[in-house]
Each structure stands twice: as C-alpha cells, then as structure tokens.
C-alpha cells in the first residue's frame, strides 16, 4: 500500500484552484466554500493539525493519539523505523519480506487470523514498506480498538516465523516483483534510475522490493535478525486516531504493549550519497513504450540530512516549478504543446539523503532533444532570475490548502504522524507544517535552486519507444 505522508497531500494541493487563498483582498475569487475558522487557524499554523499527544512507555514504544469524533471509527498503525534503507548488504529487500512474514501468526494469534477477525469486524487491515518505515495498520469500528490492539501487541512480542512458510512467501514477494516492476517498462526504467544515480548498492539506490538475485539469497535467519535488530519497542511508534478517548488509549497501551520486551536497537546507518552519480546519463529503449519519458533527479538535502533550512524552501521550490497548473514548468511545456505532463518532485522528509526530481512526457511528435532543451531552458531561467512573490505566494496557498485533505480522511492523521516521527522528526514537523512553509522567503527558494538545481550531483533519463533518436549530452 502507498505511503501517505504529507507529500501526498501536498500533490493533492497541486489540482486545488489557486483561489484558495487566505489573503483577503488578494484580487482572487473566492472558493466556493471557505474552511471554518478553525481549519483556517491550522492552515495558517497558528493550531496544530491534528491536536496529538504523545508519551512513551517505560519499554520504549512511543504513543501518539490524535482524537477525532467525525466518524466512530479508528485507526491503529504500529510504525517501525526500519525501511528499506536499512536491508542489510547483498539482501535488499529483507524489510519488505518480514513484512510478509509478520502475517504468518504469533504466540496467540493463528496464522491469517488478525486479517480474518478485522474483516469479520467489517474493518480493513494491511501494511506497507517504504525507505524509511514499515507500518501494520487497522481500521475499524470504534469498539473494536481493544481487539486489534491485542492481536497487533502479540505479532509484535513474537512473531512466529515458521520455517516452512519462507519458501513458499518467497515465491509470492518475487511474483510481486514480477508484476510491479519486471513486467512494467517504466517501473524498470524507474529501479534503474535510481541505481543510477546513487549507485545500485547505496542504500538510497536499492529497489524497496530487492533486487531480484538478492531476494532469493534471503534467509530465515537473515528475517529473525532483522526482527531481532530493529523491530524493538524504543524503535516503534504506535498511533492511534479517531474516535476514542486519551485516558482509554493509554490504560489499553501500558496493558497491552507494555509487556513487550524491551531491547536494545540497531542504529540506522544511512551513509551520505557519493560525490557524483553512478551514471550521469541513462538512456534506454524499450519495445513496449509508446510515448517517451524525461526524468532528471539531483541529489538533495533533507530534514534529516545536509543543509536541512532548505528543505522547506525546496517544497516550495517543488511546487513553484512543477506543481501542477500555474507552475513554470506546466506553463512552458504543457501549454506551449511540448509535453503532456510536466512534473516537480521533492520529499524533505526522507531520512538521509533525497531527491529533487524533475519529470516530463513530450507530446507526440516532439523530438526528445527539443523537450529537454525546454526544461534546461525553464531550470536556467530560475537559476538566473530567481522566482517572483506571486509564484512563491500560490506556492505557500496551494501547499497548506492541501492540509484541509489532510484532515478530512481517517487514514491521513495515522500516517503522516507515524512516518514523521518514526524518521526521527519531531510532532511539531507534521502539526505546524503550515506555518514553516509560510515562513519560506524568495532568498531561501533561489539559495536553495542554486543549491540543488545548480550544482549537485545529478542524473538524467530518458526511457524511449524503439528506434526513437537519442537526444545528445548537453554541453
């Protein structure tokens, strides 16, 4: 499942109209429906987003519960701080197979039990890896919290890991890879980018599935590690939103989590990007490719890593670029006919190192060559003049408008608070997120594309239709 964060929200933002503005007077029509004033006290970060509170138990699990009484529903996310960045070396892809193998019962719970009783409750239950983290999650019938709290505490003390069960849920994780990446030309493209550009063995450059040799090198043992180092209650973050009361929250977490031992955990180790990409330059054709794709990422700083003050102001940057209508990018590409889609990507919230990437398809009939002397062309002209306020200023409206997505799903709430914190951000990174996106000037956005844009190491691609011509190096 999709990692949630508020990156995602943020895209959402980008197909909001620019009329959402807080700015009274702004010479923009007004939305047809205004946020109540509380949501506008969020949006201007003068609140916190979800009004969460958080303690930690003496084991070390940290407890995060953000009340919300719009629905009698809640959701139960059990957050690790172990992603694929932390698959140990020559076995990528071990935290995405434990996750399977997290499903295959424990002490008290029979094997496809937890899934059976949720879904029997008339709830839903899943989980998910990314870079940074591996969540389970539940959503169910506010009464129903006990239970999945119950049945989550007991996978998490001791999952059973049965011997026979590895080679068979092997097959499944490579047939998953099968038909998410090997047999998806762009999905391959995308894995080799990557490896590309921070190297197939960086951390940041290995697929979050595995490599495919590699997957089938993993051990039972390697799964057992892999619990045993990272999955500990002082490296866990348990989330618990919607309709259900604190006092309740925290009487079921000391009963029911507190008995998980504790023990010691094994640090991160996210090693800084090398100096220069792997490959400046990927080119590849591909028989099943209709329409060609332009992809250039350059190495970035994060809230976690490098210069972390310009995180904020490549968001911004992010979105002034090529976020949707009204960016340069859509302006000079879309509009203009060269390309049908035209792209800004960043996620400051990575732990380590991350990306700013820059995405373009061109329209049928344009050369390659010539669509990406127009991006070259859009990136110099911010490089040499610097954004303008009004572009800064539909940034800052159409970013935080994207909060009010935010609120309004249950599923948000759990997890962009658990990505965050289990990335080893603060909660006042997700509650006040407006407010630091507000604070962004025009000098921190062009420092910042300097920074990036300007001079970091970089890669780009193409991913082309047979026999389609190869747009030459830029000089």
Known sequence: MPRVTRRTAI????????????TP??????????????DRAKLAGDRPLFGAVTWTLPNGLRVVFAESRRVPVVGHYLFYAAGSGEDPGGRSGAAHFFEHMMFKGSRNVPPGQLSLVVAREGGQDNAFTSRDVTAYHQTVEASRLPLVMRMEADRFAGPLIPPDTVEPERQVVLEERRQRTDS?????????????????????????IGWEEEIRAITRQD?????AQRYAPAN??????????????RRLAEELYGG?????????????????????????????????????????????????QQAWALEALSHLLGGGQGSRMHKALVETGLATSANASYDGEAVGATAFTLSATPRPGVEPARLEAAVDAVVDRLLQDGPTEAE????????????LLALDGIGAAPRMLGSALASGLPLETVEFWPRHLRAVTLPQVAAAARAVL??????????????????????
């Open 25 to 38: 007077g702004s010479g923009l029509a007004a939305p047809a429906v205004q946020p109540a004033p509380e």
């Open 236 to 249: 866990a973050i348990l989330v618990v939103t919607g309709d259900a009361r604190e006092a309740e929250v």
């Open 184 to 208: 998806n030309p762009r999905a391959r493209f995308w894995e080799a980018f990557e490896a590309a550009l921070w190297g197939p063995q960086h951390w940041r450059g290995r697929p979050i």
């Open 454 to 475: 300007g001079g970091a190491p970089a890669t780009t691609g193409w991913l082309l239709p047979e026999g389609a011509p190869v747009p030459e190096r830029r000089t």
């Open 260 to 308: 998980v031992p504790s023990r010691a955990v094994t640090p991160r180790d996210r090693g800084a990007p090398a100096p220069q990409p792997a490959e400046a330059r990927l080119i590849r054709h591909d028989p099943a490719v209709r329409e060609a794709s332009f992809l250039r990422a350059a190495m970035a700083p994060s809230l976690t890593f490098g210069d972390r």
């Open 11 to 22: 895209a959402s933002a980008a197909a909001l109209p620019a009329a959402l503005s807080l």
């Open 392 to 403: 800064l200023a539909r940034a800052q409206r159409q970013i935080t408008a994207g909060a």
């Open 223 to 227: 799964l057992l590690d892999f619990y």
